[in-house]
């Protein structure tokens, strides 16, 4: 079992940033591939950003490419996902999730794919 809990979300202007945290549970965490999803109001939950169980392989949305960085920090069961220039359309419920790695490159492509979810954390951009 793996528990997810995310903080560092809040209201930000656009243009600001924001830096999310997911702090994982249990002694397993390197043996997931990670990943945050972002979902706004009536719309699908979607893959924005994931890493791979050793951080080398990384995948980015083309909505959040050269503004976002997801990283992992191992030792302290932790993942990132830094946010910068942020715009009004990023607002959203931002979910981290961990599914079990089928390879060292593996990165869950869909929101299927993950075994445990966080409980969400909402960002919000004013224009």
């Known amino acids: 079992q793996v528990q997810l809990v995310e903080s560092g979300g809040g209201l930000v202007q656009a243009g600001g940033s924001l830096r999310l945290s997911c702090a994982a549970s249990g002694r397993t965490f390197v043996t997931y591939a990670m990943g945050w999803f972002r979902q706004a109001p009536g719309k699908e939950r979607e893959l924005i950003a994931g890493?791979?169980?050793?951080?080398?392989?990384?995948y980015y949305a083309d909505s959040v490419k050269g503004r976002f960085t997801i990283s992992r920090d191992i030792p302290k069961n932790t993942m990132y996902l830094q946010m910068n220039s942020l715009k009004p359309e990023d607002s959203a419920v931002y979910y981290c999730a961990a599914v079990r790695a089928r390879s060292y490159f593996y990165i869950g492509e869909s929101a299927g794919e993950y075994d445990y979810w966080g409980q969400g954390a909402q960002v919000t951009v004013s224009s």
């Open positions: 890493i791979s169980l050793n951080g080398g392989e990384r």
